[in-house]
């Protein structure tokens, strides 16, 4: 909530993603800046003044067809009619007395307990790589937390959008104007889902507002940040959209717009806007290896935060719609077992009871590749056009099922606040009992589910994973329960036998697993070893 920069590639805790991008990275919670001016191009010559230096018959053309397009000359005049409506935020939180005095004691994340911006804080650590309770003050005492963010009006009565992490859980909350003004502010509502929070000043009128963008941002378009990096206020930086729909992993709902902006500490908030003048996102976000500004931030997009913020106005709280059904990616592998030409669509991991997708017929291994005739791309989308719907809102969905293709009727229940996957607590001893029968070509040695104490009564259980193998690869682990094999419900070794028989008859370069493990069900594509 501080919104101080985090550096977490030194912490012991921080597992690097294989392969990604963003491996031995880190994000700080904080909003976005964009830098980048256009540069001209042209040689200078001391005796005849800047020499246009496109001088080849292959290039006059080119530069004539630049020339042609308007370039900024500057962004003066925008950020003169913007710069206003911009606030810096202030915030105050006593802190609570510690529970223990543990180093390992991670209870001063200034998120609510289970917020997606908390378990983020617990994965990468403190405000400024700080050890934990030397934020406000010593370990196990109490103290008063300050932070300080940006926002923006959006409305001539006061109404004002920052971030979620910037409010979240403040005594008191003050708001300093572009002329210098402050005022008391409450919190209207929040969203830790999206991150975004509505709070309304106080004791003042007809302020100047921003107006959110309607459009789509471009790749290469500028944007323009205002914001209170550092507590000084006013700042304004300039840049372009480096990219869209970025997922940094702080929940199903990441949509983020990427800007080349350096942005540090006390932008989050604050507002990006095009060269229209209008907010095209609200900066939360940064990835850093020292916890400053390497140009790359990110915005929500404005479309995300009016739907928002019009139900935390209307409400203080947001509904999403809700079909019931644990979900995963399609992958190549997975398509290819599936019989699938791309890998697309969001496949159905688990139906929950008495949700509105069981309800409605649909199974475990169906895959949903569209809503409402509009096309799914992956399971992240299913996600955010599900959340975007309202609850008790009708949907038609298009789902491949069984090979074959269908569509189902459904009206939308509501997402609850809090998710929560069940995990069988009874263990037993899995391990004394029957050690099971190996199946040397997946590497796994299995048992049937009903003969080793705590692993339920269907499918087979792993007793044992060949570290070498493909299904270790693929992350079976002990104890993990398969349900169904290429579709068919299995109960013993030899039904694995069988159903992986077939598939290699039907020359299936792979075989689909549905597995449960802990509370959570999943398919996995193991591929099948020739001969």
């Known amino acids: 909530m501080t919104d101080r920069p985090t550096d977490f590639s030194s912490l012991p805790s921080y597992q690097a993603p294989r392969r990604s991008l963003f491996s031995a990275r880190k994000f700080a919670?904080?909003?976005?800046?964009?830098?980048?001016?256009?540069?001209a191009v042209y040689g200078f010559s001391p005796s005849s003044g800047p020499v246009d230096i496109f001088t080849s018959t292959a290039h006059a053309q080119v530069n004539n067809e630049v020339r042609k397009v308007a370039q900024p000359v500057g962004f003066a005049d925008i950020v003169e009619r913007v710069k206003p409506s911009v606030i810096s935020v202030k915030v105050n939180i006593n802190e609570k007395v510690a529970?223990?005095?543990?180093?390992?004691?991670?209870?001063?994340?200034?998120?609510?307990?289970?917020?997606?911006?908390?378990?983020f804080f617990r994965r990468f650590g403190g405000p400024d790589g700080m050890p934990p309770g030397m934020r406000g003050g010593p370990r196990g005492?109490?103290?008063?937390?300050?932070?300080?963010?940006?926002?923006?009006?959006?409305?001539?009565?006061?109404?004002?959008?920052?971030?979620?992490?910037?409010?979240?859980?403040?005594?008191?909350?003050?708001?300093?104007?572009?002329?210098?003004?402050?005022?008391s502010a409450k919190v209207i509502g929040t969203d830790a889902r999206t991150d975004v929070?509505?709070?309304?000043?106080?004791?003042?009128?007809?302020?100047?507002?921003?107006?959110?963008?309607?459009?789509?941002?471009?790749?290469?378009?500028?944007v323009l940040a205002v914001g209170n990096p550092f507590g000084l206020g006013g700042t304004v930086t300039a840049g372009i959209v480096s990219a869209s729909g970025r997922d940094i992993g702080n929940g199903p709902y990441d949509d983020f717009i990427q800007i080349d902006a350096p942005v540090n500490k006390g932008n989050s908030g604050g507002p990006a806007f095009n060269t229209e003048g209008e907010v095209m996102g609200v900066n939360t976000a940064i990835y850093s290896p020292s916890g400053g500004s390497v140009g790359i931030a990110f915005s929500i997009p404005a479309s995300t935060v009016k739907t928002v913020i019009a139900q935390l106005k209307d409400k203080g709280s947001v509904s999403r719609g809700w079909i019931g059904v644990q979900i995963q990616p399609v992958t190549a592998d997975i398509a290819d077992s599936l019989g699938l030409k791309?890998?697309?669509?969001?496949?159905?991991?688990?139906?929950?009871?008495?949700?509105?997708?069981?309800?409605?017929?649909i199974e475990s291994g169906d895959v949903i590749t569209a809503v409402n005739g509009e096309t799914v791309k992956d399971a992240r989308e299913l996600a955010r056009t599900i959340g975007g719907l309202a609850p008790g809102a009708a949907v038609k969905l298009n789902v491949l099922h069984k090979g074959q293709d269908k569509v189902v009727n459904l009206t939308l229940g509501q997402l609850p606040n809090s998710l929560e996957a069940k995990a069988d607590t009874d263990n037993g001893d899995k391990g004394g009992a029957t050690r099971g029968t190996d199946v040397p070509k997946l590497g796994l040695t299995?048992?049937?589910?009903?003969?080793?104490?705590?692993?339920?009564?269907?499918?087979?259980?792993?007793?044992?994973?060949?570290?070498?193998?493909?299904?270790?690869e693929r992350g079976f682990k002990e104890g993990d329960v398969i349900l169904e094999v290429a579709g068919k419900s299995v109960t013993n070794a030899g039904d694995v036998r069988e159903a992986i028989n077939a598939a290699r008859t039907d020359n299936k370069n792979s075989v689909l697993m549905r597995i449960k493990s802990g509370g959570s069900s999943r398919f996995v594509a193991v591929p099948l070893a020739k001969g």
């Open 342 to 361: 791309k890998a697309e669509g969001a496949l159905v991991a688990e139906p929950q009871a008495n949700g509105p997708a069981a309800k409605a017929g």
């Open 197 to 222: 929070a509505l709070i309304k000043v106080e004791g003042g009128s007809n302020f100047p507002f921003a107006k959110l963008s309607d459009g789509k941002p471009r790749i290469g378009d500028w």
């Open 29 to 39: 919670l904080m909003a976005s800046v964009v830098a980048g001016l256009g540069v």
């Open 446 to 472: 299995l048992a049937p589910a009903n003969s080793v104490a705590g692993a339920g009564k269907d499918g087979v259980v792993v007793t044992e994973v060949d570290p070498k193998s493909a299904a270790a």
């Open 99 to 119: 529970k223990n005095d543990s180093a390992d004691n991670n209870d001063d994340s200034p998120f609510q307990p289970g917020s997606p911006m908390e378990r």
């Open 141 to 183: 005492g109490r103290g008063a937390v300050t932070g300080q963010g940006s926002g923006f009006f959006i409305s001539p009565d006061g109404y004002a959008v920052t971030n979620n992490h910037v409010v979240d859980g403040a005594d008191k909350v003050e708001v300093t104007t572009d002329d210098g003004k402050t005022y």
